[in-house]
Each structure stands twice: as structure tokens, then as C-alpha cells.
């Protein structure tokens, strides 16, 4: 695990802003922090930079401790802030070398590595212009480029994506998976879930402080959903209506153990029956033997992709609670 934290906890006065945290990310992860505004993402990341120090509890990065060893950490962390600061007149490649002169890079080595890392980012036409005057994309990307300048093992990205434009966001996604091919690990925040769940591997979920799930994204998916729904399409036998079919695997289905609801969807282009069940992968495979032995002509059997939003939204219901899992 590069990250793990213990009973991680953060007060500002009488506020609590983490919650007894309990974080892993393994090495090679891309990990989604995602929570609504003021959910503590934020004040984890500043504690894991060693930015912030934590009221009560523990955090280890790459086995070192964010409060004891804190050079140690940032050896091994970027950073990359939710607000770009303030340049007066410097260019972008300046900008860079600034920043790696003050993590003690050589001034030899410093021109290589800023020219691949203003390529990597993809702005090396930029490198004379003003950072002041690159657009918001550009300046994530400049942004992005400096928390490398180290080689750091751990990436803390915060809303690198807000205010970037769909073609931005894409960008920024492949960027990110091709650090991730480098060896990279990555915690990424955002509001907005799926704009990570495509590129994430693990997630957390963090809402008021209390961390609501955090793990692989099947696993999370699995553990947030009280049952799976499944879609599956089938043909009439001779003579019969496609409704009389799909009436007759319904009532089928409702006699079975774990079918928590089947009905028959007609009025859609592909008529079929939606089946949610409570039970485990065996279960499922078992309805699916039902209705063949039953003689059931089954063409389509498939599990509803859900929509991850839809999970988020449900699980930040506003009234965080640890009894969600
Ligand atoms: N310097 C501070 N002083 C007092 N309270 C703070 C401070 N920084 C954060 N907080 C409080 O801690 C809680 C968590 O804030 P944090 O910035 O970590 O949230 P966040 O998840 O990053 O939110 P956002 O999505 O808006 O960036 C909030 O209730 C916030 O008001
Ligand atoms: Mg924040």
C-alpha cells in the first residue's frame, strides 16, 4: 500500500473535517477521491502532502509517517493544488525551473527534464509563454508538469479536471493513464463521479468527513448495491406471442429463490424481462438453468450496467452515516 491511513482525523475548532479516515491505496492505483464540497478531500490530501498536519491518527506514505518523517513523504509526492497561484512575468519555462531548483535538482540536469516534461504535458510550443496568460487547461497541464519535476511515485491531484473543457477533460484522462503506465500512482478528486470512473481502478467515497466506501470499483459497485438487475430477451415457442413468453418466464422467475422482482418490459423496442435478484453469482447462473430446463428460448441474458452517479447519489444521501456499508 503507498497510502494507508489509521483513525485519521482532522478538527478545525469545534468542526470536524476527517473522521476517523481508514484509507488504502495500492501501488499502481488510480484512485478517485470523490465527495460533495466540504467533504474533507481537500484537507486529506493537504495532510497526506504533509501541507497539514492531522489532529489525531496516522498517515504513511511509501511506509513513511506524514508526521515524524515528512522530507521522506514529499520525496515521493507530487502535489498538484485546486488553485493555480499568482506569476507575475514569468514564463512557463521558468516557472518550471523555479520550482525544480527549489527541490534541489541540479541546474545541468534541469533543461532535459523540464523539455520532457513540457512535452509530456504536451506545451512545449508554450514554454516561452507567460504562464499568466496559458488558458485555465493549459495551466493544469503546466500545474501538472511541476509536481513531476521530482519523479515522485505518488501523484495528489486535486480537481485537476474543474473548469476544463470536455476535449480538456479527455486529454487530461489519457494523461493521466499514461503516467499510470509509467508506474505511477495516482489520487485524483473530483465532484463528479463519472468523470473518473472510466479511469479509475479504485475508489473513495467521502462525504462530511466519514469515508462511505473505498475500494475496487467492481467491489464498490457490488457492496453499494443491494441487488443486481438483469435483462434478458427470449423467443415465443410455436405459436405463441412474444407476450405470452415473456409473461410466462416472469411468472417463472418469481418462483425462484432470491428473485427480488421480474416483470415483462413490452412497450420497449426489444421486448424483455427485467429481473433483479438478491443472490450471488451462483444464484444467477442457477435462474438462467431454470429457465432453459423449462424450455424457456433465452437469447439475451445480461447484468444492467448501473450507472455509477446514480450509486453516488444514493450513497451521499446528504446524511452520512457509517452504517452504509
Ligand atoms: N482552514 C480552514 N479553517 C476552517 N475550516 C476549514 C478549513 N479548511 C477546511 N475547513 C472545513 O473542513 C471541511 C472540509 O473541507 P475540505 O476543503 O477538505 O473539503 P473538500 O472536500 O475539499 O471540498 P470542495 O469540494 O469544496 O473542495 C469543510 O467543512 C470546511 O469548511
Ligand atoms: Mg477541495
Known sequence: MIVETHGLSRMY???????????????????????????????????????????????????HSVVQERAAVRRQVGFMPDFFGVYDSMQAVEYLDFFAAAYGIAPDRRPR????????????HKRHAEVMSLSRGMKQRLSLARTMLHDPALLILDEPASGLDPRARVELRELLKELCSMGKTIMISSHILTELAEMCTHIGIIERGNLLASGDVATILRSLQPHRSFEL?????????????????????????????????????????????????????????????????????????????????????????????
Open 13 to 63: 475548532g469545534g468542526t470536524v473535517a476527517l473522521n476517523q479516515l481508514n484509507l488504502t491505496i495500492p501501488q499502481g492505483a488510480i484512485y478517485g477521491f470523490i465527495g460533495p464540497n466540504g467533504a474533507g478531500k481537500t484537507t486529506t490530501m493537504r495532510i497526506l502532502t504533509t501541507l497539514l498536519l492531522p489532529s489525531s491518527g496516522e498517515a504513511f506514505v511509501a511506509g
Open 113 to 124: 527534464l523540464i523539455n520532457d516534461l513540457l512535452a509530456l504535458v504536451d506545451l512545449g
Open 233 to 325: 430477451q427470449l423467443l415465443p415457442a410455436e405459436g405463441q406471442s412474444l407476450a405470452a413468453a415473456l409473461d410466462a418466464a416472469v411468472a417463472l422467475l418469481l418462483n425462484q429463490p432470491h428473485v427480488v422482482a421480474a416483470r415483462a418490459v413490452v412497450e420497449a423496442k426489444l421486448p424483455h424481462v427485467l429481473l433483479d435478484t438478491d443472490g450471488d453469482d451462483r444464484t444467477v447462473s442457477t435462474l438462467l438453468t431454470q429457465l432453459v430446463t423449462a424450455g424457456v428460448a433465452v437469447t439475451h441474458f445480461a447484468a444492467q450496467v448501473s450507472d455509477l452517479e446514480e450509486v453516488f447519489m444514493r450513497v451521499t444521501d446528504g446524511s452520512a452515516s457509517s452504517g452504509v456499508l
